[in-house]
């Protein structure tokens, strides 16, 4: 099977959310010996951007966003393994990522940080609903360069402000930049709590944490 049908199909297997069309899609790519990072930039990033217009133009409900997101993990999960050495570029720098406690939302934030891997980056991913102290903790621990957290429900968004008051509080914000994300932040939320950037999808946060170190 050609990589043109390969990039089609996998794109329609995240635009429908079909899980098993992914992954069947991620094993011919491995079976075809093509790139899985060419799948991802040309077919599975875009497919998710689409339906992240989607539903940000309300025609696409968050349900839909949710099993195409898991549609484009299960992919990533089977071609990540597989991804030629030369591709993974040496490393950035160590960022810790997680989604704030009280919020249970981890598709987007973990496809995020599947991708920083890939582009460079060492990345401690803390899960979901994390407790704000093991974000400080981690980033201690790891000597971070940045801290993200996702938020995508109003209701947990201040957490990303009481965690951008505990990195000050312990001496790194100095030393540490920090990064925000999910449906429910915007660049106006960085501003007000002090965060160094905000990211709206993928690509922008891999574009932006290499910004950041720069």
Same mark, same amino acid.
């Given at each position: 099977?050609?990589?043109?049908?390969?990039? &089609? *199909?996998?794109?329609?297997?995240?635009?429908?959310?079909? @899980?098993?069309?992914?992954?069947?899609?991620?094993? *011919?790519?491995? =079976?075809?010996?093509?790139?899985?990072?060419?799948?991802?930039?040309?077919?599975?990033?875009?497919?998710?951007?689409?339906?992240?217009?989607?539903?940000?133009?309300? $025609? +696409?409900?968050?349900?839909?966003?949710?099993?195409?997101? @898991?549609?484009?993990?299960?992919?990533?999960?089977?071609?990540?393994? #597989? +991804?030629?050495?030369?591709?993974?570029?040496?490393?950035?720098?160590?960022?810790?990522?997680?989604?704030? $406690?009280?919020?249970? #939302?981890?598709?987007?934030?973990?496809?995020?940080?599947?991708?920083?891997?890939?582009?460079?980056?060492?990345? #401690?991913?803390?899960?979901?609903?994390?407790?704000?102290?093991?974000?400080?903790?981690?980033? &201690?621990?790891? !000597?971070?360069?940045?801290?993200?957290?996702?938020? %995508?429900?109003?209701?947990?968004?201040?957490? *990303?402000?009481? %965690?951008? $008051?505990?990195?000050?509080?312990?001496? %790194?914000?100095?030393?540490?930049?920090?990064?925000?994300?999910?449906?429910?932040?915007? *660049? @106006?939320?960085?501003?007000?709590?002090?965060?160094?950037?905000?990211?709206?999808?993928? !690509?922008?946060?891999?574009? =932006?944490?290499? @910004?950041? %170190? &720069?």
């Amino acid at each position: 099977m050609s990589k043109e049908e390969l990039v &089609k *199909q996998g794109m329609q297997a995240v635009l429908d959310g079909d @899980e098993e069309a992914a992954m069947e899609v991620a094993n *011919q790519v491995i =079976k075809e010996g093509i790139n899985p990072v060419e799948i991802i930039n040309e077919a599975l990033t875009p497919a998710m951007t689409q339906v992240g217009d989607g539903f940000a133009n309300e $025609e +696409i409900p968050l349900p839909g966003v949710l099993v195409a997101a @898991e549609a484009m993990t299960k992919a990533i999960e089977i071609m990540e393994p #597989h +991804i030629p050495k030369e591709d993974m570029a040496k490393k950035l720098g160590t960022i810790v990522i997680g989604t704030v $406690e009280g919020d249970i #939302h981890d598709i987007g934030k973990r496809i995020v940080a599947t991708m920083l891997r890939v582009y460079g980056f060492e990345v #401690h991913d803390l899960g979901r609903d994390v407790p704000i102290n093991d974000f400080v903790e981690k980033a &201690k621990e790891t !000597n971070a360069d940045i801290v993200g957290s996702s938020s %995508l429900m109003t209701t947990t968004m201040g957490g *990303q402000k009481i %965690l951008e $008051e505990k990195l000050s509080k312990e001496g %790194l914000k100095d030393k540490i930049k920090t990064m925000i994300g999910g449906a429910a932040c915007t *660049q @106006e939320w960085a501003n007000k709590i002090g965060a160094d950037c905000y990211a709206e999808d993928v !690509n922008e946060t891999v574009l =932006k944490a290499k @910004e950041l %170190l &720069k």
